[in-house]
T-cell receptor, first 116, second 113 residues
């Protein structure tokens, strides 16, 4: 069975601070996808990134960066120089890679509060 | 709009009533998923549709839950004889193919009195 753990339930920072969100996963599959989604107060889930399990290159997109370490089954997410608009709940998710759909297993989410 | 559209955005109903929730996926997206987000259970997969293939119903919590997808586009999730534990936000997602990232709608907030 697959499992995603986000140990941090809530993180509060002051604007311009960096914040790192932890994600640890469990799966028996040798190939899989990892995701991060953002859920702002408005409620919709916004896709941020997908990583394939055989691509361990770290990725940077603007103020966002992701650190994938297969050896520790972790896929951490860092927001650099946080802004108030980054306040949201962030979900890490995992899916198998299969022909019949990639249903997502989500972590419990980390609520990030960025104070001005 | 260009995104996944769900209706209604909010639904309040009495225990025991049936409800129907609707999802319009992004045009051209062949894969469609339903998830449920509740305080106690977090985000859970319910059901998946891909083209004309048989749906993956492995996440449906009971036989009171069913879903269909007509014409490979719009999907309806039906909950019969609603119970208070069905109260949750029901999220629909679609993807260009079964191997593409899923894009979510705003959800339907269901409250059972």
């Amino acid at each position: 069975a697959q499992k995603v753990t986000q140990a941090q339930t809530e993180i509060s920072v002051v604007e311009k601070e960096d914040v790192t969100l932890d994600c640890v996963y469990e799966t028996r599959d040798t190939t899989y996808y990892l995701f991060w989604y953002k859920q702002p107060p408005s409620g919709e889930l916004v896709f941020l990134i997908r990583r394939n399990s055989f691509d361990e290159q770290n990725e940077i997109s603007g103020r966002y960066s992701w650190n994938f370490q297969k050896s520790t089954s972790s896929f951490n997410f860092t927001i650099t120089a946080s802004q108030v608009v980054d306040s949201a709940v962030y979900f890490c998710a995992l899916s198998e890679i299969k022909a019949a759909g990639n249903k997502l297993t989500f972590g419990g989410g980390t609520r990030v509060l960025v104070k001005p | 709009g260009a995104g996944v559209s769900q209706s209604p955005s909010n639904k309040v109903t009495e225990k025991g009533k049936d409800v129907e929730l609707r999802c319009d996926p992004i045009s051209g997206h062949t894969a469609l998923y339903w998830y449920r987000q509740s305080l106690g259970q977090g985000l859970e997969f319910l059901i998946y549709f891909q083209g004309n293939s048989a749906p993956d119903k492995s996440g449906l919590p009971s036989d009171r839950f069913s879903a269909e997808r007509t014409g490979g586009s719009v999907s309806t999730l039906t909950i019969q004889r609603t119970q208070q534990e069905d109260s949750a936000v029901y999220l629909c997602a679609s993807s260009l193919g079964n191997d593409q990232p899923q894009h979510f709608g705003d959800g339907t907030r269901l409250s059972i009195l």
